[in-house]
C-alpha cells in the first residue's frame, strides 16, 4: 500500500471527541455527512483544507477517548489517505483498521503542516518530499495489510468468509 499528499499535523492527546465532536455521532449514521466536521474543534477548516490522499499526522496517543468507531469512519469519508502517528490509543487503532483506515507508528517530529509525503507501507518508509529525507515507520502485520486493501474487516470477512491468514 502506497499512499501521498500533504500532512496536516496535530499533537498529542487527540481524542476521538478533537477527531469528530459529540454533538454530531448522534445525529446522523451518513458518514459523508459527519466527514465534514472531521477535526473542527481544533481546526474549523480542516475538511475544506484537506484533499483526498493527504495525512494527519499527530504525536502521541492518537485516539484516545471514547472506542466508538465513528472517529475513524469520519477521517476515512473525509479521504484521509492515513494517519500518522507516534502512538495510538488501542482500541483507536483497532477500529481504524477493523475500518479500513492506515494508521502508521513513526517518529512525525521531522514532518511540519504542509510537507509532500509518500507512504510506503511494504517497504517500511515514509519519504518527505519537502525535506527529502526518509523516516523509518513500524511495519503493519500481513493480515492487517491485507484486511486494509480489502477495506476493512467486515469486507474481507465478506471476500474470504473468516479470517484468511494466508
Do not use: W
Amino acid at each position: 500500500m502506497q499512499f501521498s499528499g500533504k500532512a496536516h499535523k496535530f499533537g498529542d492527546d487527540v481524542n476521538t471527541d478533537y477527531i469528530i465532536s459529540g454533538k454530531y455521532k448522534f445525529k446522523t449514521l451518513d458518514m459523508k455527512a459527519l466527514a465534514k466536521h472531521v477535526m473542527e474543534d481544533l481546526d474549523p477548516n480542516f475538511y475544506e483544507k484537506v484533499s483526498p490522499g493527504d495525512f494527519i499526522v499527530a504525536g502521541t496517543n492518537f485516539g484516545c477517548g471514547s472506542s466508538r468507531e465513528q472517529a475513524p469512519l469520519a477521517i476515512k469519508y473525509a479521504d484521509v489517505g492515513a494517519v500518522l502517528a507516534k502512538s495510538f490509543a488501542r482500541i483507536f487503532y483497532r477500529n481504524a483498521i477493523n475500518t479500513g483506515l492506515p494508521v502508521v507508528e513513526c517518529d512525525t517530529d521531522q514532518i511540519a503542516p504542509g510537507d509532500e509525503l509518500f507512504v510506503d507501507l511494504a517497504a517500511g518508509v515514509i519519504t518527505n518530499r519537502t525535506k527529502r529525507i526518509t523516516l523509518p515507520i513500524k511495519p503493519l502485520p500481513e493480515v492487517m495489510i491485507k484486511i486494509l486493501n480489502d477495506g476493512g474487516l467486515a469486507a474481507h470477512f465478506r471476500k474470504y468468509g473468516g479470517f484468511n491468514l494466508g
